[in-house]
């Protein structure tokens, strides 16, 4: 049998983590979340690697330390998903989890921490499974603290977080899996920003696991279309949300 491993642990120092001590000063520290940002647009494997290790150098200053930790998840769990090799996704993943962390630490009791630290938690236990079961309820608080605080944040992503964890996490007597609640969620994120790609996702994964075939279908549809506007906007993730919808669709519709 596989042993459990905790999915939270003390995280190693920020200097650690950016590989590097030299602090620097509050203007380079700001030029290199810029360059991050701008790096990270392209979503590219490689921009986005060196995006992390600046967004991780600017988080040794105090005072863009916030932003550049959460910029820091943001980036290491694009990473992760979309990193070919398993070992990588598992040691991104798992610095991805102690940026949240540290992001906490930096304002306690923010949502937008406790919301990147439920996603991080979610990449990391399904990189390495033997911190899947210490991690549920992790999760599901850090996600429900987000979702009470700032239900708004990232287009609704704390509910959409919640719903995709539902959907997904292992049902009972295992986990708090549960496919009904996570329609719920889904709902609730469509419902503040309907015309969001990642929402309209979330629904019609919830609809197509709760066996509402032809509404599933519609909203994989509605999800494309949306995917589209947003590609057409200039929004970097457009195009990957239009191809989880067009998979969506051709798998409801087989």
Do not use: K
């Not at 042993?3 to 200097?15: G, V």
């Not at 590219?44 to 600017?58: D, S």
């Not at 005072?63 to 991104?92: C, F, G, K, M």
């Not at 992001?103 to 439920?118: F, I, Q, S």
């Amino acid at each position: 049998m596989a042993s459990c491993s905790p999915a939270l642990r003390e995280p190693p120092s920020l200097e650690v983590l950016a590989h590097t001590t030299a602090v620097p000063e509050e203007a380079a520290a700001a030029a290199l979340l810029d360059e991050a940002q701008a790096l990270f647009a392209l979503r590219e494997p490689e921009a986005a690697q060196r995006a992390t290790g600046l967004t991780l150098q600017a988080a040794l200053n105090p005072a863009t330390r916030y932003t550049a930790l959460v910029e820091s998840v943001r980036v290491l769990l694009w990473i992760a998903h979309h990193d070919e090799d398993s070992p990588t996704r598992s040691q991104v993943a798992t610095r991805a989890v102690d940026a949240a962390v540290w992001c906490g630490r930096t304002v306690p009791e923010d949502p937008a921490c406790d919301y990147w630290l439920g996603a991080a938690l979610g990449m990391q236990a399904q990189e390495r499974r033997s911190t899947g079961l210490s991690a549920l309820p992790e999760i599901e608080a850090a996600f429900r603290r987000a979702a009470a605080a700032a239900p708004d944040l990232e287009s609704a992503a704390p509910d959409r977080g919640l719903a995709l964890f539902y959907l997904r996490a292992p049902g009972w007597p295992t986990g708090p899996g549960d496919p009904d609640l996570g329609l719920d969620h889904a709902r609730a994120a469509v419902e503040r920003f309907p015309q969001h790609p990642a929402n309209l996702l979330a629904l019609a994964e919830a609809l197509e696991a709760t066996g509402n075939r032809d509404d599933a279908v519609e909203t994989w549809r509605q999800a494309a279309a949306a995917a589209e506007a947003f590609t057409s906007a200039g929004d970097p993730d457009g195009p990957s949300w239009h191809s989880e919808a067009m998979q969506g669709l051709q798998r409801a519709t087989r």
